[in-house]
């Protein structure tokens, strides 16, 4: 039993990633269809965390199209067509100016997220030596190995956002929430063996 609890929190530990935050270059915000994570970037944009915010998103590959917003729909009722811009609505109507906001609409999975941001960053050429991942809790350390791996060069710290109740205390007493996190489990190793193979 004692070892099957050290597992479960050594699990805990790895997927929840919650760092301290610094002054940063750029906040990114990967899509979905909840308005928390690009909440949670506009407040740090506000704190004076960075001065640019890059929400990068098309849609889910398995859905091949906006599913549409999964909370707080009457205060975000527009007619979004991608995650990015149902995104910027969010940032918008969360006070931050149009000028702020880059654009990446064209990614339909997390390792794309970060591939295009990098791409948008690089044409902007703004140097990011310092940056902010906005994420769901659970998603926490695959997208972060995701972004790390497109920039190696930058300090990546993840300021995560509690999207469906699933938490690093309460995760492994739902059936939602183990099959969530172990599915995180189960992703990380398949894909990115499957990287590694390509290298």
């Given at each position: 039993m004692r070892e099957y609890q050290e597992f479960m929190k050594r699990a805990a530990d790895f997927i929840f990633v919650d760092d301290e935050l610094?002054?940063?270059d750029i906040i990114f915000?990967?899509?979905n269809g909840y308005p928390q994570n690009a909440e949670r970037a506009a407040q740090l944009y506000h704190l004076g965390y960075a001065p640019y915010i890059l929400p990068s998103g098309r849609y889910s590959i398995t859905a091949g199209e906006f599913s549409g917003v999964l909370v707080n729909k009457e205060k975000y009722n527009g007619d979004y067509e991608t995650e990015w811009e149902f995104m910027k609505?969010?940032?918008i109507k969360n006070g931050v100016p149009e000028q702020a906001i880059l654009c990446e609409e064209h990614a339909t999975f997390t390792y794309e997220n970060a591939i295009y941001s990098r791409q948008v960053t690089d044409a902007t050429g703004i140097e990011i030596k310092?940056?902010?991942?906005?994420c769901k809790s659970y998603h926490a350390r695959r997208a972060l190995m995701y972004y790390e791996l497109l920039y190696p060069e930058t300090e990546i710290r993840v300021s995560?956002?509690?999207t469906d109740s699933i938490t690093k205390e309460n995760w492994n007493q739902s059936e939602e929430g183990i099959d969530s996190v172990?599915?995180?489990i189960q992703r990380l190793f398949k894909q990115f063996s499957l990287m590694l193979d390509k290298r």
């Open positions: 610094q002054k940063s915000v990967p899509g609505d969010v940032l310092k940056a902010i991942l906005c995560p956002s509690c172990t599915g995180e």
